[in-house]
């Protein structure tokens, strides 16, 4: 779907790529009920990434994280260590 430019963005679980209100730069590219066939459908797999403005046309993937459906602040802690890494990059 990414190479295709089909993702939605925006909030919700329609969506597949979202801004982390947690953090300045990262995104969020969502999967839920990663593997499809797995028993425990609470399972998501997330991949956090940065668009930099400064590079056009890059995308800096900084780490890719399976989650639990209400796991809230586990989700925040993955973002907020992506921008720790992407902050490390650019230093």
Known sequence: QATKGELRFGSGKRKDVDY???TSDILELKWSNIPPD???KGMWLRLYFSEP???PGSLIQLN???KYKND???Q???AL???ER???HFS
Do not use: H, I, T, Y
Request: aromatic share 0%; charged share 30%; glycine share 8%.
């Open 76 to 78: 925040d802690a993955a």
């Open 20 to 22: 982390m209100r947690c």
């Open 53 to 55: 403005v400064g590079l």
């Open 38 to 40: 797995s028993e425990d």
């Open 81 to 83: 260590c992506a921008q």
């Open 86 to 88: 992407l902050e490390k």
């Open 72 to 74: 809230p602040a586990g």
């Open 64 to 66: 890719l994280e399976l």
